[in-house]
Each structure stands twice: as C-alpha cells, then as structure tokens.
C-alpha cells in the first residue's frame, strides 16, 4: 500500500508481521481486500523517492489510541502511527534501515514494556500466514474500536502475541 506523506508517496512497511496481519484483518472486517508482500519480493524502484536518489518508506509503529481503545478513521481502517524513513540509496535498490531508524520502535516498545520486540518478530516470521491471521483476529476481537481522528488519539496501541494482550502507551512517542 502506498502513503501519502509530506515528501510524497511512501511504501506502507510493517516490521511486525502480526501488525500487517492486523491491518489485512481490519480491512477484510470493512470489505477490503489487501495483501502482504515481502519487501524484497518487492521491486526496489517502488522506494525510490521523487529525485531517485533515496528509498522512502512508511513505517507502522503502533496503532493510534484513545484511553483503552484502538481508533479507526471514517472509513473504518485503523488508525496507524508511522515513521517515515528517508535512506540514501545507489545500485541495487535495497532497504537497509539504519540502527537509528530503530529507536523510535524501540522507544515505543521499551514504553509498552515489550522490550523482547525483535525476538518476538523473528519468531513471528517463521510463523505460517494461518497462525498469523487467528493471533490477529483474537486481537481485533480482545480491543474495543471506535472511530475517531488523529486529535482524539491519546497514544499508542501495542498488540503482544506472547500474552496475547494489547498495551496502551500514554502521550507521544
């Protein structure tokens, strides 16, 4: 999927593969249809930013919240917090992020107490896409979703597959 953002459009990445679950979830609840592909399935030009001389990416950190609840725009997809991330690129066209790029998801996570984040995503990636897509509905189904814009978002929704339950984060990341 791609992101408008303020430098243009952007591939909408997820670095946990039960976030995008969550998302195709949402989208088939409402009448979507969406795919998950690997981003090096992907062709590398789809990241080449306006000038070419970038990659550019969208990266989803959280979902947007309200006290205990996950919000949705008027169109019922879930409310996203992303990072855009901007790397300089030559030949061939790769995303490589940068440890930097890192922190806010790990500012994210450290806050939600879910400090084990990495290992539980390469967990996750050696899971099957039917594993994911029963983790994912038992999330959607454990959360109360309520519509709402970005300025009635209060923090950050984490879903821990571990346990199984979402951690809210209060304030910005």
């Given amino acids: 999927m791609r992101e408008r953002t303020e430098h243009g459009g952007a591939v909408l990445c997820f670095l946990s593969p039960l976030d995008a679950m ?8 409402i009448g979507r249809q969406l795919q998950i592909m690997r981003a090096s399935d992907m062709d590398g030009s789809v990241f080449r930013d306006l000038d070419g001389l970038g990659l550019r990416a969208s990266f989803h950190v959280g979902w947007l ?5 996950v919000l949705v725009g008027e169109n019922g997809v879930l409310g996203r917090y992303t990072r855009d991330i901007h790397e300089w690129a030559g030949d061939p066209e790769f995303f490589e ?14 806050l ?26 038992k999330a959607l189904d454990a959360v109360q979703i309520v519509k709402g814009q970005k300025d009635d978002c209060t923090g950050l929704a984490l879903f821990d597959p571990e346990f199984m339950q979402w951690h809210f984060i209060k304030g910005e990341i």
């Avoid at 995503?121 to 509905?137: F, H, P, S």
Wanted: no cysteine.
């Fill in 65 to 69: 919240a309200s006290g205990s609840k």
């Fill in 112 to 137: 939600a107490g879910l400090s084990a984040w990495h290992e539980t995503n390469r967990r996750l990636q050696q899971g099957n896409e039917a594993q994911l897509r029963e983790m994912a509905k």
């Fill in 97 to 110: 992020l940068m440890p930097n790029s890192l922190e806010v998801f790990d500012d994210a996570y450290e």
């Fill in 22 to 29: 969550l998302e195709v979830e949402r989208a088939e609840q």
